[in-house]
């Protein structure tokens, strides 16, 4: 990757994630995340009145970290990252993780970028930004 | 805003939690990478960690008798606010270097922040976290701030 080939409004891969019951267990796990909104779903729906199991927000940061990290490779660093849940999502849906480069600075190497989340009626769940060092 | 945040409030700011120490192995990694499907060779070999990893590695441990009726542990840092409604506020990360197998990791979390304001829909609280991370050699690994809305 060059960053004179880079250019501001050029759109990232877009990449499909349909979370599952298995895929969520290991997730939690992973982090030690014991709460039962997670994978407890008699209790999810009547106690804490979600519609089904919850897909976590930093399970999501994390896929958009990665609309990033599949991008640049080894061709950059990631520096800063960002992210906000602004919408709950749950199992079943499928979201979709993209983003666009919003700014090229050619003298530091430094490029911005705005990274979402969005659900299966286009509504973005986790907005987000990052900003990336491309290695020459 | 500033009878949202009583004195007593504002006294929390600047409290930290008691460090956390963490050694980071290749298999944590890998079941990390694996859980989030990464995709590239570096994390699922556990090489190399995925910038989000470390944001999940300093979770408390505390034995299941000592979890709450919601499964998660007692909140720490939570001064008593006048509003209750706990919203996602934004979390973001500066990277200083990427995270490999055998790192011992030190994780300091401190209120940094308590703003009261007017919303459009009402008043709201800002609560904000600053979570450092670096080696047990004192070498910056990673600064995260994390925000709690409250309305």
């Given at each position: 990757m060059?960053?004179?080939?880079?250019?501001?409004?050029?759109?990232?891969p877009?990449?499909?994630?349909?979370?599952?019951?298995?895929?969520?267990f290991?997730?939690?796990?992973?982090?030690?995340?014991?709460?039962?909104?997670?994978?407890?779903?008699k209790y999810?729906?009547?106690i804490?009145?979600?519609?089904d199991?919850?897909?976590?927000?930093?399970?999501?940061?994390?896929?958009?970290?990665?609309?990033?990290?599949?991008?640049?490779?080894?061709?950059?660093?990631?520096l800063?990252?960002?992210?906000?849940?602004?919408?709950?999502?749950?199992?079943?849906?499928?979201?979709?993780a993209?983003?666009?480069?919003?700014?090229?600075?050619?003298?530091?190497?430094?490029?911005?970028?705005?990274?979402?989340?969005?659900?299966e009626?286009?509504e973005?769940?986790t907005?987000?930004?990052?900003?990336?060092?491309?290695?020459? | 805003?500033?009878?949202?945040?009583?004195?007593?409030?504002?006294?929390?700011?600047?409290?930290?939690?008691?460090?956390?120490?963490?050694?980071?192995?290749?298999r944590?990694?890998?079941?990390?990478?694996?859980?989030?499907?990464?995709?590239?060779d570096?994390?699922?070999?556990?090489?190399?960690?995925?910038?989000?990893?470390?944001?999940?590695?300093?979770?408390?441990?505390?034995?299941?008798?000592?979890?709450?009726?919601d499964?998660?542990?007692?909140?720490?840092?939570?001064?008593?606010l006048?509003?209750?409604?706990?919203?996602a506020?934004?979390?973001?990360?500066?990277?200083?270097?990427?995270?490999?197998?055998?790192?011992?990791?030190?994780?300091?979390?401190?209120?940094?922040n308590?703003?009261?304001?007017?919303?459009?829909?009402?008043?709201?609280?800002?609560?904000?976290?600053?979570i450092?991370?670096?080696?047990?050699?004192?070498?910056?690994?990673l600064?995260?701030?994390?925000?709690?809305?409250?309305?």
């Amino acid at each position: 990757m060059k960053i004179a080939n880079l250019s501001v409004g050029q759109q990232l891969p877009i990449r499909h994630f349909k979370a599952s019951n298995v895929s969520l267990f290991c997730y939690n796990a992973a982090i030690w995340n014991p709460h039962r909104i997670h994978y407890d779903e008699k209790y999810t729906k009547e106690i804490e009145h979600h519609p089904d199991i919850v897909i976590d927000g930093p399970l999501q940061g994390d896929w958009l970290s990665q609309t990033v990290t599949n991008w640049i490779r080894d061709d950059g660093n990631l520096l800063e990252f960002s992210y906000s849940n602004r919408r709950a999502s749950y199992l079943g849906e499928t979201l979709y993780a993209g983003g666009e480069i919003t700014s090229i600075d050619s003298d530091t190497n430094i490029v911005v970028l705005y990274l979402y989340i969005k659900n299966e009626k286009d509504e973005v769940t986790t907005p987000g930004n990052a900003k990336v060092k491309i290695l020459n | 805003m500033n009878d949202l945040v009583s004195e007593e409030a504002q006294a929390w700011i600047g409290k930290s939690d008691d460090p956390v120490e963490v050694e980071v192995t290749r298999r944590d990694i890998i079941k990390y990478s694996i859980a989030t499907e990464q995709r590239l060779d570096k994390y699922t070999s556990g090489d190399e960690a995925p910038p989000m990893f470390v944001a999940g590695l300093s979770r408390e441990i505390i034995p299941i008798d000592d979890l709450g009726a919601d499964g998660l542990p007692p909140a720490s840092l939570v001064p008593d606010l006048p509003l209750r409604r706990v919203m996602a506020g934004g979390v973001s990360f500066r990277f200083h270097r990427p995270v490999k197998p055998g790192d011992v990791l030190i994780f300091n979390r401190t209120l940094s922040n308590i703003v009261g304001k007017e919303g459009k829909t009402g008043p709201l609280i800002f609560v904000t976290y600053s979570i450092t991370c670096e080696t047990k050699d004192g070498e910056a690994v990673l600064d995260q701030e994390q925000t709690r809305i409250l309305r």
